[in-house]
């Protein structure tokens, strides 16, 4: 058994992509028994890269048990009725039509056990859109984040997932809560919008607005948060690599010049100054960072006392100092790959808990947690053969290498 404040847990996911597998990740951090709950085909994300899992897969299932059930048979009916009445907790992200026709809801789940933890993370919280289904990209858009976001003039998402990872989040503070709660079926039937969750991510920014129509009559909003204040950003060196610079006061600014050896212009003095003037300052800022290898430029700064960091690929990330010293990334197989994870950054917190365990093959578990469930062997054997559970194949390949894939296509 593991150790961590929730040890002792099971955890019931029906999750795809990121949101509740998030969620449940953070959960199997502090301690909790997972079991992932896959229809035969398997979830989204293990078929994305060459047919086979891709990183969401491999960064936000790790150490859980994969249970591959058929839930729309009778007999994968079964074995899931039987699961949730000894679970504690079920986190789920399917579309609200779907969970109804799978028997996902609070009211069927709580009526199997009336103690139950059930947490949905949909598209909308309550409201006219409640019943459709939206993704990290609908919540952006629908709450101002990818207007302002035009890297070729046309609307874009950032990149990452983060509401979908904000959701988990808010997902799994939420089902701690409940756990300390007095466990009444409003606290225990949580529901966590990735619309509403987009609208607070997003409070700062629409408060900013409002504070600007008031003051200037007009709804103002910065190209983005960095360019508000020149100076602020990434620029590239002379040999070709990239520097971030943080500059929000005036004596940042004094740090600055003096670390590249610019003369103090008194009219550049003050960050109202320095606004006016934005261009002037970006092509100060631009051709004094070009005129300078990175490593110099990184040695003046740091005497300078100037806040920066250079702006890293992917395949550079782990291999910084920082990300080296002490235990925050973990080394696991899979697959026949090698892979490196960072941990959760919650420390002594988490105690033990964070196991190099790789993430389960699809239906690696399912005649385990059968059997946990009272099924005989000849039952287990039964449920499977009808197809109503799978079971893992441990000598299938995960990815189709290069020449492969030009056959099978």
């Known amino acids: 058994m593991k150790n961590g404040i929730l040890a002792g847990k099971t955890v019931i996911e029906l999750g795809s992509m990121i949101a509740a597998p998030f969620a449940t990740h953070l959960l199997n951090q502090l301690g909790a028994d997972v079991i992932k709950i896959e229809p035969p085909v398997g979830e989204t994300t293990r078929r994305l890269v060459r047919g086979g899992p891709s990183g969401s897969y491999l960064a936000f299932n790790r150490g859980k048990r994969s249970l591959c059930l058929d839930v729309t048979s009778d007999e994968g009916q079964a074995a899931f009725r039987k699961l949730i009445a000894s679970a504690d907790i079920v986190v789920q992200n399917l579309s609200p039509s779907a969970a109804r026709k799978l028997g996902v809801t609070f009211e069927a789940c709580n009526a199997i056990n009336p103690d139950i933890i059930f947490c949905h993370i949909k598209g909308y919280g ?4 409640e019943e459709q289904v939206a993704s990290n990209p609908i ?54 919008g990735l619309y509403e969750t987009g609208l607070h991510i997003a409070a700062r920014d629409l408060l900013g607005v409002q504070l600007k129509t008031q003051l200037l009559g007009r709804p103002e909003q910065e190209p983005s948060a960095e360019f508000s204040i020149p100076g602020y950003g990434a620029y590239e060196t002379r040999d070709g690599r990239w520097i971030y610079l943080v500059m929000l006061t ?6 600055f010049c003096a670390a590249v050896n610019l003369a103090a212009d008194p009219e550049l003095a003050t960050l109202r100054q320095r606004r006016s003037r934005r261009p002037d300052v970006e092509a100060i800022v631009t051709g004094a960072v070009a005129n300078v290898d990175f490593d110099d430029l990184v040695a003046r700064l740091d005497a300078g006392g100037v806040g920066h960091t250079e702006v890293l690929p992917l395949d550079r990330v782990l291999d910084a100092p920082q990300a080296k010293s002490g235990q925050k990334v973990s080394d696991f197989g899979f697959g026949g790959y090698a892979f490196q994870t960072p941990e959760l950054p919650l420390g002594s917190l988490l105690g033990p808990v964070a196991e190099t365990l790789p993430p389960p093959l699809l239906g690696e578990h399912s005649a385990q947690i059968l059997r946990e469930l009272g099924y005989s062997e000849s039952q287990v054997s039964d449920v499977v053969g009808h197809g109503a559970a799978v079971v893992s194949d441990p000598d299938a390949q995960l990815w189709a290498k290069p020449r492969e894939r030009a056959t099978i296509d």
Not at 126 to 129: I, K, R, T, V
Not at 167 to 185: F, H, K, N, P, Q
Not at 250 to 255: A, S
């Open 139 to 192: 919540a952006e858009a629908a709450t101002g984040v990818m207007y302002y976001n035009r890297p070729d003039g046309r609307p874009a998402r950032l990149g990452p997932s983060y509401h979908d990872q904000f959701a988990g989040c808010y997902a799994a503070i939420a089902v701690l809560s409940a756990l300390m709660s007095d466990r009444t079926e409003e606290r225990r039937n949580i529901e966590i």
């Open 126 to 129: 309550a409201g006219p859109l």
């Open 250 to 255: 005036d004596d940042h600014w004094r740090k």
